[in-house]
């Protein structure tokens, strides 16, 4: 499915929460040096959008791409 998945930097607390709630959780998301998380590639995302409920400070915006 074709999505984007948009981390707010200042909102991600570095809680894991999104890469555990995900099925596909290692071909998708990855933490940076600072020890926040964001997707990396959302090819083999299915737009559960398990992670953005699980995240606890919302820092999580799921877009459905038109193409
Ligand atoms: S929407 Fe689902 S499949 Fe996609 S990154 Fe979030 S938890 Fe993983
Ligand atoms: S669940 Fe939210 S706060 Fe926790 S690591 Fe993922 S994006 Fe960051």
Known sequence: ?????????????????????????????NIDKNGKYYAYNTLYCHNCKLCAGRCPTSAILIKKMSK
């Open 1 to 29: 499915m074709s999505v984007e998945i948009i981390v707010d930097r200042e909102k991600c607390i570095g809680c894991g929460k999104c890469y555990d709630v995900c099925p596909k959780a290692p071909k998708i998301w």
